[in-house]
């Protein structure tokens, strides 16, 4: 597997909003670890698997960090907004039906109880409410989206 190839894999890896990854092929063992919205980077360790002929000199780890940290101004700046994230798992939408208008945009005002977002797992759709009041700053994922226990949806800011 060669550098372009890993490139490739971590960028699609950081899209997915995956928290971590784990790959073994015959010679070559690649673990990604993304961290999520507002954490500071991405760590990629790459390690070759020593030939039985080469066991007395087996490599060290390569560790590459293609993703440089976001700059401390920007956490800064976001510090007193609240993350708004996934109570299980399933797929994300961001209306009820594909004929009714979404639940929240970019810029709605929330109040404590509104219904941002309806996550469906094993057939059964859940209503995310608001447990606070605000604006929504930013949307962070996808409609029709996979999300994870535990990931960011929304971005809100409570002031």
Do not use: W
């Not at 997915?16 to 990604?32: H, P, R």
């Not at 996550?119 to 999300?147: H, R």
């Amino acid at each position: 597997m060669d550098l372009k190839e890993i490139q490739n894999l971590i960028k699609f890896v950081a899209n997915s909003g995956v928290a971590e990854v784990k790959l073994e092929m015959d010679d070559v063992k690649i673990t990604i670890r993304t961290t999520l919205e507002g954490n500071s980077s991405e760590t990629t360790y790459v390690q070759q698997m020593p030939a039985q002929a080469e066991i007395q000199q087996a490599p060290a780890p390569k560790q590459i960090n293609p993703v440089v940290a976001a700059p401390a101004e920007k956490a800064i700046e976001n510090a007193h907004y609240i993350t708004v994230k996934s109570p299980i798992i399933g797929t994300f939408y961001r209306k009820s039906s594909p004929d009714k208008p979404m639940f929240v945009e970019v810029g709605s005002t929330i109040s404590e109880g509104d219904v941002l977002c309806v996550i469906e797992a094993m057939k059964l759709f859940n209503e995310i409410e608001a447990e606070i009041s605000g604006k929504i700053i930013k949307i962070l994922v996808d409609d029709m989206s996979p999300v994870e226990y535990d990931q960011p949806l929304f971005i809100v800011d409570p002031s």
